[in-house]
């Protein structure tokens, strides 16, 4: 996929915001990488349905203000106001809830997956259902890829959170646990 | 000064050798799940996860810990209304449009500087010939949310390092990038943000939180460190400190008070966070060992005993996040406030009812330990949900108190007696 030109885009796009552009017309290059309707098809990058909207306004202001680095979503976010967060963030929101992955699910590593996600209380914050809360994202049924991804860099900090939360909770989650927690969170049904 | 280096580092390795274990019990566990019936109760959770002694409960299932909206309000919407102060006393703005307002210092000139936690950036408020405004004074920091002036110079506190700007206000429109001064410290993001101020002995205070929720940790951490203001002569001044972030020193006594917040997850109403003084160097105020100066930590309190550490001179309730405090020197409330101490509750997460998000009043005794804690700024919870969570507190040179807000990016400002409206 030509990211560079669908970067371009979608910048465009969100600069020049044409008299009158609905929200959905807006918002169709974030979902041309995103999915249409919910569900991400591209690699190591998020499903965005049904996110909560107080997480998904945390996360376009962090990539405006560059205190979350990931050049796209910079260049995306560099000339939205306050108010077009929170409008792309109310419309992320609204999108239909992720579609569980069509492969089946691996018995064992989802045994092992749930008795980790489990272990760590990962409902506490994030909701029995995994479907998140307020600030808290919604992780049930995120591509495994972009979960295992995530993980990681909370692991080892190179993905700076708003608060220190998933930093701390990764410190005791062992690398090789991530694969599993992942696969369990992405199957989660 | 004792040495827990050796002790803490055999329990860690201890905590990894159970902890790689139960990960081949759990990876030669047979992949079917359970056949019927009730689920199985979870493993137990790792070695200092911050989410022991969490239980599986839906009430529990409630709580998590609560972040402030990135974008500040605008000024016309701060719940300035709901805020309530003892009679005689007013409160107004006093800056606003200031993302996630935290730590205040004030320069002799009278700008008030606004360290911030969650974004990048300390703030300016100057007041120029009655005219106040904002600007950023830097930014690409991480987590600078400490901030202390003296003799012309700003220090900053981000998670692992001490930088200055020196002659700031002569450079307020264009400041140049500050310099480092200190960086020896941890890159620990739980309990890793900073308080600093300036202590009568000109030294820069330090605070190094510990690790996590309740954990063993090394030398490195659970302390109060001081440091000349060239970086220099690092030293640690208390231990036992689980996460500090306020203290300032009583006026009469030169003693330094410190609060300190108590760790999650042991109960709704223990342990309540601290209130502590540094009567010598080198005193232990207990945590992970013992909290509240009487309770003794059911996981790691084991062989420890709460006379072995300094309790505290005063309780601050329950998970409140007491944060900033400052004692009032000030000539413009009544005199009965003279060396009271302020207090910014930042307000409990890890309890139901929330509680804290609130400044309240305590008033020492002679011997300087609490004779009562009483509310003063109220008003910030409504329906068991936050409107704003004060940080912290500062008296300005004609006595009137802010109060930042870092849940409204904005200043409060507290007078007493026929209201003065600061101009505009």
């Known amino acids: 996929m030509n990211r560079t030109l669908i970067a371009a885009l979608a910048l465009s796009s969100l600069i020049f ?17 995103h999915g249409e309707r919910g569900t991400s098809g591209t690699e190591n990058t998020p499903s965005l349905g049904g996110q909560q909207a107080p997480y998904a306004l945390i996360q376009l202001f962090m990539f405006r203000e560059k205190l979350r680095a990931f050049e796209p979503m910079n ?56 479907s998140g809360k307020e600030n808290v994202p919604r992780i049930a049924n995120q591509r495994e890829d972009y979960l295992a991804k995530t993980l990681a860099e909370y692991k080892d900090n190179s993905r700076h959170g708003y608060d220190a939360t998933m930093a701390d909770v990764m410190q005791t989650v062992a690398r090789d646990q991530i694969g599993d927690l992942a696969h369990y969170l992405a199957h989660h049904r | 000064m004792i040495s827990i280096s050796s002790v803490s580092r055999r329990v860690l390795l201890a905590g990894a050798v159970f902890g790689a274990f139960t990960l081949a019990a759990a990876a030669q566990q047979p992949a079917s799940p359970p056949a019927s019936g009730a689920a199985p109760a979870a493993q137990p959770l790792p070695p200092g996860s911050p989410l022991i ?49 935290r730590s205040l210092a004030l320069s002799d000139k009278g700008t008030v500087f606004v360290g911030s936690r969650l974004v990048d950036k300390v703030y300016a408020i100057t007041d120029k010939d009655g005219k106040r405004s904002v600007k950023v004074i830097a930014s690409g920091l991480y987590r600078p949310n400490g901030v202390a002036f003296k003799d012309g110079t700003l220090y900053i506190a981000e998670l692992s390092k001490i930088s200055k700007i020196e002659k700031i206000d ?33 030294k820069l205070y330090v605070p190094v939180g510990q690790p996590g929720n309740n954990v063993l940790h090394d030398d490195d951490h659970g302390q109060i460190r001081r440091i000349n203001l060239d970086g220099s002569g690092a030293e640690v001044y208390a231990l036992g ?18 609060t300190d917040n108590g760790r999650d997850w042991l109960s709704e109403t223990v342990p309540e966070d601290e209130l502590n003084r540094v009567t010598k160097a080198g005193e232990d105020f207990g945590a992970p060992f013992c909290y509240q100066g009487n309770i003794i930590d059911q996981e790691l309190g084991w062989g420890k005993n709460c006379k072995d550490y300094t309790a505290p001179v005063g309780l601050m309730g329950p998970h409140t996040a007491a944060l900033g405090m400052r004692f009032y020197t000030g000539s413009m409330f009544p005199k009965t406030y003279k060396n009271v101490i302020f207090v910014a509750r930042h307000g409990s997460w890890n309890k139901s009812q929330k509680q804290g998000g609130d400044v309240v009043l305590v008033k020492l005794n002679k011997d300087g330990t609490v004779k009562s804690v009483e509310p003063f700024l109220t008003g910030f ?40 409206v600061a101009a505009k």
Request: overall charge negative; charged content about 25%; some cysteine.
């Open chain 1, 17 to 33: 915001p044409a008299f009158a552009e609905t929200i959905q017309e807006r918002a169709a290059p974030c979902l041309a990488c």
């Open chain 1, 75 to 130: 260049e995306m976010a560099k000339s939205l106001t306050d108010d077009d967060l929170r409008l792309f963030s109310d419309f992320i929101a609204t999108l239909p809830k992720p579609v569980p992955p069509s492969d089946a699910a691996d018995a064992a590593r989802m045994a092992r997956g749930e008795a980790l996600a489990r272990q760590n209380r990962c409902n506490t914050c994030h909701n029995t259902d995994y």
């Open chain 2, 53 to 101: 002694g969490r239980p599986d409960s839906e009430a529990a299932a409630k709580l998590a810990p609560v972040a402030p909206p990135p974008i500040p309000t605008q000024a016309d919407k701060l719940p300035l209304a709901k805020l309530k102060v003892p009679a005689g006393f007013n409160i107004e703005v006093y800056a606003s449009g200031m993302a996630n307002a």
């Open chain 2, 170 to 202: 002569e450079f307020i429109d264009n400041p140049p990038k500050p310099t480092v001064i200190y960086d020896k410290l941890p890159k620990d993001e739980a309990h890793g943000w900073k308080f600093i101020a300036i202590g009568p002995d000109n």
């Open chain 2, 241 to 258: 400190v689980r996460n500090t972030v306020g203290f300032d020193w009583n006026p009469e006594t030169k003693q330094l008070y410190f």
């Open chain 2, 381 to 420: 919870i409504e329906d068991n949900k936050y409107v704003g969570r004060p940080v912290d507190v500062m008296q300005l040179k004609d006595g009137s108190l802010l109060v930042s807000d870092d849940w409204n990016g904005a200043v409060y400002r507290i007078t007493y007696g026929k209201q003065k």
